[in-house]
């Protein structure tokens, strides 16, 4: 795993602990960021949700997001994201929330507001879209900000989900991504 463009180009990162954790491919990330360049994504914050080894949300800091928060239930895989963020030196443009997604997902204020909110949760993780959708109606998802979804091509993701419409969607071999956007306000003709 290497951080592919930006400041930080060419860094390897330490890899997860265990078995437990599965980073996305480096040939997916850089095709999923090769994307999202051209959706000013990196404009703002970002947020990585199921962090895993933190490479999606370094990737976003290398590439100018000025801040990230990373967010991952297991201790270890928590502490990896902290190291991965010592030698990409992003220690101070980062928080690592070491609890699960649910309990952050409760504690963040709809005040702040999410260039770029990226999941990668396990691929037979259960509930996933309604998990996308809460995300969505949380309302921390800038109006001009864009969503990611990793998962694998067997889960079909609707076209909707709350206020998210889906922008993109990608089948790399075994590993698929979602982008999805906020729905633009309806106007109603007086």
């Not at 990230?68 to 929330?97: G, H, M, S, Y």
């Not at 005040?111 to 998990?131: F, H, N, S, V, W």
Request: hydrophobic share 40%; glycine share 8%; proline share 7%.
């Amino acid at each position: 795993m290497r951080v592919i463009t930006g400041s930080a180009k060419g860094r390897t990162l330490k890899g997860p602990p265990d078995i437990g954790t599965r980073p996305m491919l480096d040939r997916v990330k850089e095709s999923l960021f090769s994307i999202l360049e051209g959706y000013d994504a990196f404009a703002g914050r970002a947020l990585d949700l199921f962090a895993g080894t933190g490479s999606l949300g370094i990737e976003s800091l290398s590439r100018g997001a000025e801040w990230c928060d990373f967010v991952e239930a297991r201790a270890p895989v928590a502490n990896v994201i902290k190291e991965n963020l010592q030698l990409t030196r992003f220690t101070e443009q980062a928080r690592v929330w070491n609890m699960p997604v649910e309990r952050f997902l409760g504690l963040v204020d709809e005040q702040t507001k999410y260039a770029i909110i990226l999941l990668d949760p396990p691929y037979a993780m259960e509930g996933i879209p309604e998990l996308v959708a809460r995300v969505g109606e949380q309302n921390i998802l800038a109006p001009d900000g864009v969503l990611v979804l990793g998962h694998w091509p067997r889960l079909v993701m609707p076209a909707q989900l709350g206020p998210l419409s889906l922008l993109k969607y990608r089948r790399i071999g075994d590993s698929c991504f979602s982008i999805y956007e906020c729905e633009p306000p309806t106007t109603t003709a007086e």
